[in-house]
């Protein structure tokens, strides 16, 4: 219930059973990767926590939010970005009280970096800027992450979808929209500070540009026929 404004996201990510990679993770078409050994090591409120923390990267931007950033990223980079973002979920989710299992990435806490104590509910971003004189890992996907993270497909990855298959754009801004919109009017977005954190950058990226009127109701029709279909 507490992260309920997320249903209809949760709902149309695909899930894609994945044994060995030992995770959970979503590539930037809205597939959610799993390795099905996870079941047997994470608790249930532990397993709830993963999807939801997956599915903020997707509702969150975080790729293209990168791309924006970085526009030839080195392996480092990429490392150095999905600390950065899983500490703008993580404390949010820590915040709300969302478990998750052991060895997380936190604000002030990190494997690997034993001397990281940054603040709480910053967004990517300002995480990334903090880990500059950091030893990041210079490893290819030393820190774990996906194409929904940092725009570049892991070998566990699928293929891209063919043209009329998987999401299609239009219903995925639809349903960020209408995420971030839910979020933003629940006390989670009520309480935003002056620091903003993900959830300011995405309420200003998705709901404060100008929106044509004419594609919204195209897409609004165009998700309810597919939702009954």
């Known amino acids: 219930d507490t992260m309920k404004y997320l249903a209809r996201a949760i709902v149309v990510m695909d899930p894609v059973e ?4 030992g995770t959970f ?4 078409h809205w597939r959610m990767y799993y390795d099905p050994a996870c079941f047997e090591k994470w608790t249930l409120m532990q397993l709830a926590g993963v999807v939801i923390h997956e599915c903020f990267h997707l509702i969150f931007e975080h790729h293209s ?3 924006d950033l970085v526009s030839t990223p080195t392996d480092q980079d990429r490392n150095r970005w999905n600390i950065a973002a899983d500490m703008a979920i993580n404390s949010i989710l820590r915040d709300q009280g969302i478990e998750l ?11 690997g970096l034993p001397n990281i104590r940054f603040e709480n509910g910053l967004s990517a ?3 990334w800027n903090l880990l500059e004189n950091e030893p990041i890992p210079s490893e290819p996907n030393s820190a774990e992450g996906s194409s929904g993270t940092d725009g570049h497909p892991r070998d566990f990855e699928d293929e891209a979808p063919e043209e009329g298959e998987g999401i299609s754009e239009t219903d995925e801004r639809r349903i960020k929209r209408g995420a ?9 977005g009520q309480g935003i500070g ?3 954190g993900d959830i300011g950058v995405i309420i200003e990226r998705i709901l404060e540009p100008a929106v044509n009127p004419t594609a919204e109701i195209f897409a609004s029709v165009k ?5 009954i279909a």
């Open 180 to 188: 971030v919109k839910d979020i933003k009017d629940s006390p989670l």
């Open 125 to 127: 971003e300002k995480y």
């Open 18 to 21: 994945k044994p060995g990679i």
């Open 223 to 227: 998700y309810a026929v597919n939702t």
């Open 25 to 28: 993770a979503v590539d930037k």
């Open 194 to 196: 002056a620091n903003k």
């Open 65 to 67: 939010r990168f791309s």
């Open 101 to 111: 299992p052991p060895n997380c990435v936190y604000p002030d806490r990190c494997p």
